[in-house]
């Protein structure tokens, strides 16, 4: 059973949103409406990782996992949030800065790093956000977690250059493992009761590299 309310992780899809440097714009226009048709249908238009969505293993490797054929059971699970509000505009998050859930980092939890930069939504600002380190995030997937969520535009730092410089290490280490990746999170200060359980389960767009998702996080009642 639920308890209490369930707090929303998603920021809205509409024209104009901000979206990562270089990818689709998002456009949702009136494709019929009740005045001329007798019902609404939008028409939209958006890459796949518009908005808070889900990278899958594809995104940044040929031979890996397609969103559609990764397990459910990843994308809805018991959460831990890491407060990295700490880490300064453009620096990286280290194992360091891990430290106070590391007790909590079992197989099977979904991570999500508060960095507190989704207040930045909108502005030019976002984009200079925090970032994991790849060394972070391969001792991440040694200690058996398989998701990872940040309020972000990214899991990496993100720049203007078609060549990165650190050659996208966090995404490297974390979907070379098989895990799932989300980013563009929100409202991670909402959650503020123990052992949240998360939902990130996204669309499922046949043999896509992502997908958007409705991200939300709730408290369950123990088994009785």
């Not at 949702?28 to 958006?46: C, E, F, K, L, W």
């Not at 949030?81 to 007790?103: K, S, T, Y």
């Not at 790849?134 to 398989?146: D, E, K, M, N, T």
């Not at 989300?182 to 052992?195: G, H, R």
Request: hydrophobic share 50%.
């Amino acid at each position: 059973m639920i308890l209490g309310p369930i707090i929303d992780l998603s920021h809205p899809l509409r024209t104009g949103m901000p979206v990562y440097p270089g990818d689709p714009e998002v456009v949702v226009s009136p494709a019929a409406t009740v005045a001329d048709d007798g019902y609404n249908v939008s028409h939209v238009t958006m890459g796949s990782q518009s908005g808070t969505h889900v990278d899958a293993p594809f995104h940044f490797l040929d031979d890996g996992a397609r969103i559609d054929a990764m397990a459910l059971a990843m994308f809805l699970a018991p959460a831990v949030v890491a407060d990295v509000r700490h880490v300064g505009a453009r620096q990286p998050i280290r194992w360091e800065d891990l430290a106070p859930i590391a007790g909590k980092l079992t197989a099977g939890r979904i991570v999500l790093l508060h960095t507190g930069w989704s207040a930045s939504w909108g502005t030019d600002a976002y984009f200079d956000h925090p970032y994991l380190d790849g060394g972070a995030a391969a001792a991440l997937v040694a200690a058996g977690i398989r998701t990872i969520g940040i309020d972000a535009a990214s899991i990496d730092e993100t720049v203007a250059t078609a060549q990165h410089p650190s050659g996208f290490a966090a995404h490297h280490a974390l979907l070379g493992a098989g895990c799932a990746v989300v980013e563009n999170l929100t409202n991670l200060a909402a959650i503020d009761f123990p052992d949240p359980v998360v939902s990130v389960l996204p669309l499922r767009l046949a043999d896509a590299d992502g997908a958007p998702v409705r991200a939300v996080a709730f408290r369950c009642a123990a088994p009785a």
